[in-house]
Every structure is written in structure tokens, then in C-alpha cells.
């Protein structure tokens, strides 16, 4: 398939890949294979480990996905390359490992899971890019990845992520602000990606229909909801279902 420039607001997008339980978990190589079988771009998650590892996995800990009691921030490598994935034999992929499977096979949206910014996840996922040739846009909730972007790799697409913030361990101030998509103006993202079932902010109506900026809603998880989104988003990232398009 030839992908388009914008290919990030014309198909669908497969969140943490197409995965299926403990058969196929979320954020593994057998996720990724099967959205290259089906021509799908893909969705994953990025930390940065205590060694420099740029992981592919989406909670701050291993716990969820593997039962290991531990940060990720505070690990290296070597601690946990041999952890399973549920009750797979899937392993923990690195982003390296991910960029050999999918070798510009469909495009990727590679969300960085920032925590404490310093550079160091930002760096470590561009020099790896850098020798990357398929297509890849990058997206984040903090603002200031994007911004390390907007200045030192202008030319890589960006999408900010917002939502409601209802569950996240910040302040109501911070909340308000990143609600507001206030950091859009300075960030100039070709997309903002926003929490679907929460696209009336009136944020979303400024930056949709005053700055002409596209929107991207998530997490669709079937098609009612894609249907219900037709007229509002410019494209989804999806889950646990086969969605309609490309647009």
C-alpha cells in the first residue's frame, strides 16, 4: 500500500496494536505482526528505562501486564527482558526490536509515556528514528516532548493527547490547563487526539473549528461509536473491534 503523507488521519488506527487478551497482549510483536497482516497502522507506547532502553509498554509499572512489582524508570533491561506478557510467551519488545518487525511495512504512532521530562526519552527515540525509513508520526500528553520536537525534529508529524484528566494524579490547575489545550498554540500539532466520549469541551470546538486543527479521537473500542464520530473527528484509534475505513 502507498501511504499517504497524512496517513495518520486517513486509516484507522490499531491501539497497542490488534491485540486479543492473554492469546495476543497488547504492546507485543505478535500485536504488531497482525496489523501488518491486515494493513493497519499501529499504536504503542514508549518509556525510557533507567539504562537509556527505549521500552514498548504503556503502565508506568510492570505489574498489570507481567506481575512484576516494579518501575519502569527505575529498571534496566537486563532486569526484565526475560518477563512474559499475561500468560503469553510474549516478551517485553524494545522500540528497536519493534522498527526491525514492522520495517516500514504500515505506519506507526509511537506515543511517548513521559513522566519526568529531561530529554532523555526524546532523544533516545529519535536517534533511533533517524535510521528508521517507513512511516511514523509522534504523540504525547506532555506537552513538553512536544515542544522538544517542534524544535529539534520539526519535520516528524506531532499529535497532542488530551482527555478529561478525570483519574490522573494531578492538580485541579494542571487539569484546567491541559484540558484547555492551551500548550497547542506553542506545540502547532498536525493533530490533536482527544478522549472521544468527551469531544463537546469547548476546547476541542476552538482548536477543531477556529484553528482548523484535526482531531483524533480515542479509545473506539466498536462501530456504533465509530459511526456516532463520522462527522466529528477526522480519525480514531481503535480496539476489540474491526473498524470501517480507510476514510
Not at 98 to 117: A, F, M, R, S, T
Not at 213 to 230: H, R, Y
Amino acid at each position: 500500500m502507498n501511504w499517504e503523507n497524512d496517513w495518520y488521519l486517513k486509516h484507522p488506527i490499531a491501539h497497542r496494536g490488534l491485540h486479543q487478551g492473554e492469546d495476543i497482549p497488547e504492546n507485543s510483536l505478535s500485536s504488531f505482526k497482525a496489523c501488518i497482516e491486515k494493513q493497519l497502522p499501529i499504536e504503542l507506547d514508549v518509556h525510557i528505562m533507567h539504562d537509556g532502553t527505549a521500552l514498548v509498554f504503556h503502565d508506568d509499572t510492570f505489574e498489570r501486564m507481567t506481575g512484576y512489582h516494579r518501575d519502569i524508570y527505575l529498571s534496566e533491561y537486563k532486569d526484565v527482558v526475560d518477563l512474559k506478557l499475561l500468560k503469553s510467551e510474549e516478551k517485553i519488545p524494545t522500540l528497536e526490536e519493534v522498527l526491525k518487525l514492522v520495517d516500514g511495512e504500515v505506519p506507526l504512532v509511537i506515543e511517548l509515556k513521559c513522566l519526568k521530562h529531561d530529554g532523555r526519552l526524546e532523544h533516545s527515540v529519535y536517534n533511533l528514528l533517524r535510521e528508521y525509513h517507513g512511516k511514523y508520526c509522534i504523540q504525547s500528553f506532555n506537552p513538553f516532548t512536544l515542544l522538544w520536537f517542534k524544535r529539534f525534529a520539526p519535520q516528524i508529524p506531532r499529535g497532542l493527547l488530551a482527555g478529561s484528566y478525570e483519574d490522573a494524579a494531578l492538580s485541579f490547575w494542571e487539569k484546567l490547563i491541559l484540558k484547555s489545550l492551551f500548550f497547542a498554540i506553542l506545540i502547532r500539532p498536525h493533530y490533536i487526539g482527544f478522549e472521544w466520549n468527551k469531544l463537546w469541551y469547548p476546547s476541542v470546538f476552538f482548536f477543531k473549528h477556529i484553528m482548523r486543527v484535526p482531531i483524533i479521537a480515542w479509545v473506539v473500542t466498536n462501530k456504533s461509536q465509530q459511526e456516532f464520530l463520522k462527522s466529528k473527528t477526522t480519525n480514531i484509534i481503535f480496539e476489540n473491534f474491526d473498524p470501517i475505513g480507510p476514510k
